[in-house]
C-alpha cells in the first residue's frame, strides 16, 4: 500500500448497474434505487440494454412500398425522465443491436440481446445520430454532455460480440464515436468495454485509436474476481473467488497499461464490477461477499476514477426470471427490498470522509469534513474453522478533547444476515407477508455503543470481528446532556432500581 | 381466569388517544399513525380538546353592536378530512370549554383547556346542536351515527372540571346529551368519563340518568395503574405501577358495578388507559412498561367493549414542549418515529386470532382464521434480581401434521430498547441524524427461529424469556422447498464449505 | 326504454381490463390506477395475458436425466400483491398457454402469447390446480373465493384459439372448471368470454355445460361497438361505430338468449367493452368516443352485473409499443396521465346515485343517497354539421325547498379534449415536459355554474350541449353564507366597484 | 425604463415568507410549499416568529432553588430539517421575544408575540450565541454561513416593537450581529427590517453601523403597496393600492439611499413584500392583484437582490385562524391547495430566462438558454369599465427559421379565478369535498395555442388581453411530426369527417 496516499476517494459511489433500460419502467427498480440512494449518493446509473426489441425503439416497415425505418423513443423517454425523476443520469452503453439493424440472429440471454454488428453500419450511425440529437432536444446540451457515452459491452467475448471480432468492435467505435461527435463534439465517449482475461485488447484499442486518431475520453473496462466454477447448472453457479487483493492488483495493472500506451491523461472506468460474474452464484447473497469486498471499496480509488457495481438490487432477469427470494444475484438488495450484506459494505464505506487516519489491511479510518472519526474493519474468512475466524482490528486514532462516543454497526453471520434466516426456514421460494416482514427483522444489522477515554491524545480501539463481519465505527465527542433533564434519577423509575445504565460497552 | 372463555377480543385495537385535536394539524402525528395502522387496524381516535381556541371554533365578537357568537369550522373540518383520508373516525370528546362561552378561568395544561362550565348553557347547547349539524351535512348522518360521542373529561377531578362539581357534570351531561339527540336521536353519547378512585361516581351518574331518564348508550371510565409518586418535579414524574393483575380486576369491578345499576347492556368504553397517568414518567419508555401491559392486553377483552390507549405517540405537549428524544412520553412511538416497547406490545397482540388454545397468566396462544398459531409470552420483572428476571414459558399446543416453523421476534431490555442505547450514548436531548439512525437500528426487535417436530398431536414449546422480554411467536407447517431449485449444494459456496445451516435454533 | 326501471346500477365501475399482467409491474400501471380510483371505486381488474413467457410461471426442464415442469410465482405474486396494496382484487382469465405447455406456436400480438390448446391435458390441470392452490396458500380461501375466474378469452376467433374450435374450447372449460373445483368448490367460475358476432356459441356452451353437468357461475361475453374498418394499417385503424343504442340492445339480446337455455339465474358479466376493438382507432381519443359511450353507461345495469372498459389506460402493447402521445388508444387515461374524455364519461357517471329522478334518451338524473341531485347529459355527433351539433337537455327535477345551486362540469370539443390540442401543436409523438404540461391545463373540462329556482316544487333545467358534449350538474340548495362574514361589501374592493359577482351563469 | 437592461433576474424566485416558523409542523404548510416549488425554484423561507412562546425554546425556571433558563430546540430542529427535507434553506429573522426574556407584556397578533426588548440583554446575547451554535453543530458551519440572518422585524413601528424605540432596535442590533459573529464571522447578518414610510431610518441605522464600526452584510427593508384603508373591520380590510409603478420607484429610491449613505456594496433584500399589507383584503384573492405585480416582477431585479413575497399560502394566522376559503389572505395558494391567480403570476415569471427580448410597460419578452422565448404580458385594470379593459400587447420577436408554435396560458376574471365562481356559489365559508373540487377545476387557467410564421426574421404577436389579464407564451419552432405516423387521414375519424384541426388559434 502506497504509504503517502492520504486522501479517500469513492469511485463506486458515482455509478451503479442495473438489469437492462427496460427494467426502468418498473416500479420495483425505482423503490430498490430510492433504497439505496439513501446511504450512498449516486450520480449515474449505467443504461445496459438501451436498445433492446421490447423498448421498440427501431422498427423496419414498409409503407407505401417503401423499406422505412422508424424510431420510437416512448419507452426511451419515459425511462430517462424516470432517471430525472429520482435525481440519477444515465452512463449511456449504446448496444445492443436492434433486431431490425443486426446482420445476424446471434442472441445473449433469456431477454435476448442481439450481438452481431449491423448489418448497414450507416443505419447504425443513423440510429446514434438521431438518438443523441433526440436528448439533446430533450434535455438540453449541458445535460447530455454530463452522461458518458460507453460503446458496447465486452466485444471481447463471443457471447457479447460476434465471434468476438476485434477488428469489427473497432469499426463499430469508430463509427459510433463519430456520429456522436458530429451531433455535439463536447460529449465524452469511452470503451472498449472489455472484461477481464484479455488485457492485449487495451494495446490493440489504443493502438487503434492513435492511428485512425479517433476521439476517447474515457477508457473503461470490467473486473470480477471469480476463478473457474466449481459446478454450474442452469440454476446454480458454485464460483470461487480470487483473493482479495487480486482485484486491486488488477486495477493497478490495468492502469499502468493505458499510461504505458501513452492515455495517462484518459481516465478509467470500471463498468461493471462485482466478486463472481455470475447472477445465480449465491456467494452474493453472503456476508462473505461483503466483507470481501470492503477491500476493493477501500482502495479502488487510487487507480480507477469510476467504478459501477454490477447491481444494485436483484431485479435481474439474464437468467429468466428469479425463481427465489434468495437465489445467488448481484444484488446488493434482493427482493421484496431485504438487505443483503454487500448493501451495508457500500453503506458503510460511503459514510467516510476523504482524510485517512488510518489504513491498513482489513481497516480504513477518515475524518470527515464535520469533524466525525468515521472507520470500517472487515474480517472475510474464506476457510472454514481457520485461525482468523475471529479477529481484533487495532486501530489508534488521533484525538483531542475528553472522551469519545463510538457508534458500531455491524454485519457478519448472525447480524445482518437475511439469507441465513431464510436457509433456516427451509428457503420458501415466494415468502408470505408475514416471512418476508420476518426476514426483513432478521436483516436488521447489530447496533452497539461505547464511550472511550483518550490517552495521549490518542484513542485506542480494539474491536473484536467476528467471521466475516464487516463493522462501521463512528467516533465523536461525548456529551453528557443529562444535566438538561434537572432532576433526574434512574433508580426511582420502577423496575429499574438497580444501575443506571445497562447497556454493555462493545468493548 | 374463568376457564370457559375461550375467545380473544381485542377492544384496545379498536381506538388510540392522543394530545388534543388541533395536533392532528401536524405533519408528524399522521406519519406516526401510519406507523400505528401498520401493525394494529385502529378505527377510532379519541378527539380530546375539541373545543380548545386554538381551533378557533368560537369567537364572541361585537358586529354592528350586537353580542354576536361566530363558529368557525375551518380547523376542525382539516382535522376531521386528515382522518377520513387516514382511514379512522372520529370519537368525539365533548370539550374543553371555549373561552367566549366560559363561566371562569381556570385552565388546564401548557395549552390552557378551559375547564368552567359554560355561562350561559343555551350558548353551550347551540355550539353541541351547531357542530353535530355541520359534521351530518358534510360528512352524512350514516357517517356521524358510527362516531362516539363523550361528554367531558374526568369531571371528577378539581383540574379537570371546576371544583369536581358533580351536579354541574349532571346538568352538563344532560344538557349536552338533549342537545345532540335534538339533531339526530341515532348518535351514540357516552359518559361520564371519570377516572379511576372515585367509583361512587358510578352510581351517581347512572341513578341521575335514570332518574331524568336521559339516554345513556355508552358508559366511559379511565384506567391507569400508577400509584403515587415516589418523586415528582415539573420536567420528571417518578410513579411506581400496581401489580400488574391490579387493573384486569379493576375493569370486572367497574363492569360489575355498572350492571349493579341495571346498565348491564350498556357497553363499557375506557376511553383513556396506560400505566402511569403522567407525561414525564420515564417508566413508559422502558420494556418493563410493554411487559407489564401484556396481561392487560390479553385478558380485557373479558371486561370491556372498546379501550383507548393513552397515547399512541409522544407528539403530546400537557407538560410543554418535550425537552428531549425520551421524557417519559405516553407514546407507544417516539419521537422521529422511533418505536418503543410498548408499540410491540400492540403490534404482537394485534397478530392474535379469536380461537383460544393456551391461556395462563403469563402468556397467551391463539390460532387465526388462516391456521397460523400465533402466541404470545410475558416477563415483566418489578424487582431488580428477583428469581424471576429469566423465566422459561411452557405452551403445549394441539398440532395436526408434521414439523413447525416458529419464527420468533422479541423485546426485553437488550433488544428493542432504544431508550437503554440514548441513555448509554448520553441522553441526547436533540440526537443528531446519525444518532436518530442509529437508534432506530438499536430498536429493532430481535428476530429467532426454530423449527419443531410434535409429538403426539402436541407441539412442546419452552421458550425462555430474559428480563422485561415479551415475545412473539408464529408456528406453521414446516415445508422445505430447497427442492424447488435442484442441485442445491451449499457447501460448495466459496467460504461456506462447512455446515449447510449455521443460524442456531431459538429452543 | 323500460319506464318501471327507477333504479340505477353501474356494472362497469366493478372491473377494468387492462394490459397483460406483466404490466402490473410497472409503475406508469399503477399511477394511473389511482387516478382512476379518485373517481371510481373499481373493485377488479381483469387479469389478462397471466401465464405469458415472460412471467417465467412454467418452465420445463431437463433435471439429472428427467424431464421436469417447474413453476415460478415470483412476479405473480409481485403482481397480486400490487393489487391488494392497492385495494383492488384479480378477476382471473386463465390463458395464454404457457410455450411449455403449448401443443402448437401460433401466437398472438407483439407480445406473443399462445393460443394453442396444451399438448398435455394434465399438465395444462396441474398448473391451474397448482396455482389456485398457492393463492389459497398465500391469499386465504376466503379472499380467493371473491376472485371470479374466466377459462380463456375470444375462443370463437381463430386469433384466439387455434382454429377457434369449439369442442377444444368446451373441453378446455371443463379440464379447467374440474380443476379449479377440486380445489375448492366454492371458487366461482365463468366462460366462454367470447365476443360478440357469433351468439351460437351462447347455445352450444350452455348446451355443452348443461350435459356434462358442469359447473357455471357466470357467463361471460365481450362487446364492441366498431364496423367494418374504413381502412386499416399497422399503425392506424379507422372504424366507423354503430349507433349508440346498438350495444344496449346487444346487451338485452344477449341476457335473453342465456335466460332462453335456463341460466336466467346465472350473472352476466360482459369482460371487454369499448366502442372500436381496436387498439391503433384514433376514434378512442375523442370526446365523440366518451359522448357516444354515455348512453351504455347509463342503461347497461338494466342487463349486465359486470362490464369491464377495456382498458383504463394506454400503456397498452398489443400492436407494438405505443409510437405516439395519442394514437388510438382503449386507455381512459393516455401517455403521461393525460386525461381522455372517456376518463370523464366514467367519472361522470361514478357519481349516479341510485335514484332515478329523470331519464331520457340523452339525459339521466338520480338522487343520491346523501340528497344531492347528480345529472348528466350528452351530445354524441357523428354527422358533422348536421343540425344536432348543439343540442338543449330539457329536465324537469322534483325540488323542496328554495333556490338550486347547480354546479356543471363540461367535457366537449373544446373543452377537456387534450387530442385537439395536440393535433394544433403538430402531433409531437414524443412532447416535451412543458408541453406535456400544457397539454394537461388544455385537458381540464369546463366549470359553469348556476342558482336556479324552483317553480311548484320543480326545478327546470334547459341546458345547451355544444357538439359531443357530455356534461356533469349536480344540484345541492343554494345557501349564501355572506352573512358569516360580517362587514363584506365587495364593491370596495380596489377595482372591483362596479357589480358584486361578474361570473355568469350557464342557464 | 433604463434601455441598457437587457438581463433579466428573479430577486423574487429566491425567498417566501409564510406564517410563523411553529406553522412548518404542520402537514399543510409543505403541501402548499411543494406546489410553489414546482413552479419556483425557492431558496429560502424567511423564518418568522422564530422565538415565540408555543415553540419551547425559552423556559426560565427555579431548579434546585436557583434561577435558570433553559433551552429546547425539540420543534426548531423538527422546523428546520423538515425545510432540509424540502429543499429549502432558512432566511432566520431574529424575534420575537420569549417571554420569559422579556422586558415588557406587550404583544402583537392573535398568536401574541411579544414585541418587547429583553429584560436582560445578556440573556438574549446568550440566547443567540447558543441557537446559532446548536445549528452549526447540527447541520455544519458551511451550510450555516449560507442562511443569512436578519435582526427583528420592522421595529420602526410601535406595534413590532415597543415604542419604534429606534435607539432600543439599534442596540438590538449591535448586541445582536456581535453574538452571531462572535460564533461564526462568516455568517451574513442584516438589519433593520423596517416597513416603508419611514426612510429616515435608512439614513440613521446606516450611520449608527458606522459610527459603531458594526458589521452589516445585507439591508433589509419591506414593500408593500397599500394605501389608506376605505373601510376596516376586524374581519375584513378594504384597502386601496398605489400605482403599479409606485413600488418599482420606491425600490429604486431605496438603493439610492442606501448607496449614498456609503453602502453600495450591501445587498439589499425586500425581505417581504405584497400590495396590501393586510391579511384580510379581499383583492389578494382577485386578478387584478395578480396583473398589478407584474410590472414589479418585471423590473425589481434591477434594484433589489432578494425579495420575499408575503406570503405563499393562506395558512396564517395573524387574525384569528380563517374563518372562510377566501377571506383575503396574503397567499399565492389559498386554503385546500387552490390556486389564486397570483400564484400563476410568480410561475409565469419563474419560467423566463436571462436574456430579454422585448420590454415594454405590460409586456416582457425573454430568451431562455434552451432557446425557448418565454413572454408575459398583463393588464391590470383598477378603473371598472375605462377604455383599457381590453388591451393588446404587440410584440416584435426576432425569430430565425419557419413557423413558431406558441403556446398560452391565461388567467382573467374568467380563467384561473376560483374566487369568483367561490362568490357565485354563495361564498361557502366552508366548502364541502364536492365544492373544492369544483373550484379546483374552476381554477384552471385557459390553454390556448396558434402557429406563427415569421416576416422578414420577425414574429410579429398581437395578443388580444382581458380585464386584469395576466398572460404566458412560450415560442418554440413548430413541427409538424405527423409524418412520422404514415398513413394519418383524419377525416376517416368517426364524426371527424369535416376538418382536420378544429381548434381555433388565438391569434
Redesign the interface.
Given at each position: 500500500m502506497n504509504d503517502k496516499i492520504r486522501t479517500f476517494t469513492k469511485p463506486w459511489a458515482l455509478c451503479v448497474g442495473s438489469d437492462r433500460v427496460s427494467t426502468m419502467?418498473?416500479?420495483?427498480?425505482?423503490e430498490r434505487f430510492e433504497t439505496l440512494k439513501a446511504v450512498m449518493p449516486v450520480q449515474y446509473i449505467r443504461c445496459h440494454g438501451l436498445l433492446c426489441d421490447e423498448?421498440?425503439v427501431v422498427?423496419r416497415?414498409e409503407?407505401?412500398g417503401a423499406d422505412?425505418i422508424?424510431y420510437?423513443?416512448?419507452?426511451l423517454?419515459?425511462a430517462f425522465?424516470?432517471m430525472r425523476a429520482h435525481g440519477v443520469r444515465p452512463y449511456v452503453e449504446w448496444g445492443f443491436m436492434p433486431t431490425d439493424l443486426a446482420s445476424g440472429d446471434q442472441t445473449i440471454f433469456w431477454w435476448k440481446g442481439n450481438v452481431t454488428p449491423p448489418k448497414d453500419w450507416n443505419e447504425w450511425a443513423n440510429l446514434v445520430v438521431a438518438l443523441t440529437q433526440?436528448w439533446i432536444?430533450?434535455y438540453?446540451a449541458?445535460e447530455v454532455r454530463q452522461w458518458p457515452f460507453e460503446v458496447w459491452n465486452e466485444p471481447n467475448l463471443t457471447n457479447f460480440w460476434k465471434d468476438a471480432d476485434q477488428d469489427a468492435y473497432f469499426h463499430m467505435y469508430e463509427v459510433t464515436v463519430t456520429a456522436i461527435k458530429s451531433v455535439d463534439p463536447l460529449i465524452k465517449v469511452g470503451g472498449p468495454a472489455i472484461c477481464g482475461g484479455q488485457d492485449h485488447w487495451i494495446d490493440d484499442f489504443l493502438a487503434f485509436v492513435l492511428k485512425r486518431r479517433l476521439p476517447l475520453d474515457i477508457f473503461t473496462r470490467h473486473l470480477y474476481t471469480g476463478e473457474p466454477p466449481?459446478?454450474q447448472?442452469?440454476?446454480?453457479f458454485?464460483?470461487?473467488?480470487a483473493e482479495p487483493r487480486k482485484p486491486i492488483d488488477e486495477l493497478r495493472e490495468v492502469r499502468a497499461r493505458i499510461d504505458g500506451n501513452g492515455f495517462a491523461a484518459v481516465p478509467l472506468h470500471i463498468t461493471e464490477f462485482n466478486t463472481s460474474y455470475n447472477p445465480v452464484c449465491?456467494?452474493h447473497d453472503?456476508p462473505?461477499n461483503a466483507a470481501y469486498l470492503a477491500s476493493l471499496l477501500a482502495e479502488a480509488g487510487e487507480h480507477a476514477d469510476l467504478m459501477s457495481f454490477w447491481t444494485f438490487s436483484d431485479l435481474f432477469e439474464e437468467q429468466?426470471?428469479?425463481?427465489?427470494l434468495f437465489?445467488g444475484g448481484f444484488g446488493m438488495i434482493g427482493?421484496h427490498g431485504i438487505l443483503k450484506p454487500t448493501y451495508h459494505a457500500f453503506a458503510f464505506f460511503s459514510r467516510m470522509g476523504s482524510e485517512i487516519v488510518h489504513q491498513d489491511e482489513r481497516c480504513l479510518a477518515t475524518r470527515r469534513?464535520?469533524g466525525?472519526i468515521c472507520a470500517v474493519a472487515w474480517n472475510?474468512?474464506?476457510?472454514?474453522?481457520a485461525s482468523d475466524d475471529r479477529r481484533v482490528a487495532s486501530v489508534s486514532i488521533p484525538w483531542k478533547g475528553s472522551s469519545a462516543?463510538a457508534?458500531r454497526?455491524r454485519v457478519n453471520?448472525?447480524l445482518g444476515n437475511p439469507w441465513?434466516?431464510w436457509?433456516?426456514?427451509?428457503?420458501?421460494?415466494?415468502p408470505?407477508?408475514?416471512?418476508i416482514e420476518?426476514?426483513k427483522?432478521?436483516a436488521?444489522?447489530?447496533?452497539e455503543?461505547a464511550?472511550i477515554e483518550p490517552e495521549n491524545g490518542t484513542l485506542a480501539l480494539r474491536v473484536t470481528l467476528e467471521r466475516?463481519e464487516i463493522t462501521l465505527i463512528?467516533l465523536t465527542p461525548?456529551?453528557?446532556?443529562?444535566a438538561?433533564?434537572?432532576?433526574?434519577?434512574?433508580s426511582?423509575?420502577?423496575?429499574?432500581?438497580?444501575e443506571?445504565?445497562?447497556?454493555p460497552?462493545f468493548l
Open positions: 419502467l418498473r416500479a420495483e427498480y425505482w423498448l421498440g422498427r416497415r409503407r407505401n422505412v422508424l420510437n423513443f416512448t419507452y423517454d419515459q425522465d424516470a433526440h432536444d430533450r438540453g449541458e466449481k459446478k447448472t442452469e440454476d446454480i458454485y464460483q470461487a473467488l449465491p456467494v453472503t462473505y429468466d426470471v428469479p425463481r427465489a437465489h427482493r469534513a464535520d466525525v472475510p474468512c474464506r476457510e472454514v474453522g462516543l457508534l454497526v453471520e448472525t441465513e434466516a436457509r433456516a426456514m427451509g428457503r420458501p421460494l415466494n408470505s407477508p408475514a416471512q420476518f426476514l427483522i432478521a436488521a444489522p447489530g447496533a455503543q464511550v466475516n463512528e461525548f456529551k453528557d446532556e443529562s438538561g433533564y434537572p432532576g433526574l434519577e434512574d426511582l423509575i420502577d423496575g429499574y432500581a438497580d443506571p445504565v445497562r447497556r460497552s
